[in-house]
């Protein structure tokens, strides 16, 4: 035990690897600021500053960077303008390929490399196989299609 108790740094440093392989899963921006107050630790325990000190150092830069950065962080992670080209919004305007004709209440379409169910809008003609389409929207799992124009 005199080991830890003279390398406690050691403590602080495996529990940092812990707490970011916990943001790692969760990716909430909590954990990776937890892991900034056990590095303070660490670096306390390094300086030789008493367990108390050590403890009360990595409590209070956790909290700061919990109230102060993070709030920052999820803003600059989580902004709409940002993300709005992903996911199944970021097909629409792309082409693709009618794999079995597309009628305003079903067919098939071979659109990023994936079949994807489609139709198209009410009121529009049939699109035959091997024609090419541009996908107007997304809607559930099915893609609202348009006959692509001739270019």
């Known amino acids: 035990m005199d080991f830890l108790g003279d390398n406690l740094w050691l ?6 690897l812990v707490l ?28 030789g500053a008493p367990l108390a000190v050590q403890i009360v150092l990595a409590v209070v830069v956790a909290l700061l960077l919990i109230a102060v950065v993070r709030p920052i962080v999820q803003r600059q992670f989580t902004d709409p303008a940002a993300s709005k080209d992903i996911g199944s919004r970021a097909l629409a305007g792309r082409t ?13 379409v071979r ?41």
């Open 20 to 47: 970011i392989a916990i943001e790692a899963a969760t990716v909430d921006f909590v954990f990776v600021m937890l892991t900034g107050g056990a590095l303070v630790g660490a670096l306390a325990a390094a300086l």
């Open 11 to 16: 403590v602080w440093m495996g529990l940092a």
């Open 96 to 108: 693709a390929r009618v794999l079995e004709t597309v009628t305003d209440t079903d067919g098939r």
């Open 111 to 151: 659109l990023a490399g994936e079949t994807w169910s489609a139709r198209v809008p009410p009121g529009q003609a049939p699109c035959e196989p091997g024609e090419e389409v541009r996908v107007v929207s997304i809607d559930g799992a099915t893609a609202i299609v348009t006959r692509a124009p001739i270019a």
